[in-house]
């Protein structure tokens, strides 16, 4: 596989879904990103990223982990969700593959803009789920960082103050939850 074979996927999906390239980037870049590239077998299990280097390995690590009960595993070049996502592909193998994994990725993103009306809000939900208002503020915030550290993207002052304020406690992350 081609060590860009994530980002080549990027365009077409962005441009297929509406979606800026730079947001989308973005997200995988915040989901796989190791020296500003992504890669196509990431796992992420239990709060650990394992980067295997094919996919025989990937699927192997898969299987360690589901075989012991593990339920939420994330996959591929967007990360997506083994227990949510898995019905949108048609095997565990296309899971990883960087065109059907990136495909997902932006029609779940686009959804997401769609249903809460800006790409900060669909960003802030495509990792942290619509109850965590303390997890979408840290990957929103993550999220912007990689904007501006590939050059796409930079710190408005409004930003800048959201990401340098601390999350919202979960006390209040449950009185100021959006509908």
């Known amino acids: 596989m081609q060590p860009d074979a994530c980002e080549k996927e990027l ?4 441009a297929k879904y509406k979606i800026p390239l730079p947001i989308l980037y973005a997200v995988g870049l915040t989901e796989t990103g190791v020296n500003g590239k992504m ?3 990431t796992l992420y299990i239990e709060g650990k990223d394992y980067q295997p280097k094919t ?6 690590r898969f ?5 012991r009960g593990v339920k939420l595993i994330d996959i591929g070049c967007m990360q997506a969700n083994f227990y949510w996502h898995r019905a949108e592909f ?13 495909e997902q990725a932006a029609r779940f993103l686009s959804e997401l803009k769609q ?7 669909a960003a802030a939900r495509y990792n942290a789920g619509p109850n965590n208002n ?3 503020h840290r ?12 050059g796409v993207g930079a710190w408005t002052p409004s930003a800048k103050a959201f990401c340098d304020a601390p999350p919202p406690s979960p006390q209040q992350a449950q009185v100021q939850q959006p509908d």
Do not use: I
């Open 11 to 14: 365009v077409r999906a962005a």
């Open 39 to 41: 890669h196509p077998f």
């Open 55 to 60: 996919l025989t390995e990937a699927l192997a």
């Open 63 to 67: 299987k360690e982990a589901n075989d």
């Open 90 to 102: 048609k095997s565990l193998e296309a899971m990883f593959d960087p065109r059907e994994n990136v």
């Open 115 to 121: 249903r809460h009306g800006s790409w900060t809000m």
């Open 134 to 136: 303390v997890a979408q």
């Open 139 to 150: 990957y929103v915030c993550r999220v912007m960082k990689n904007l501006v550290a590939v």
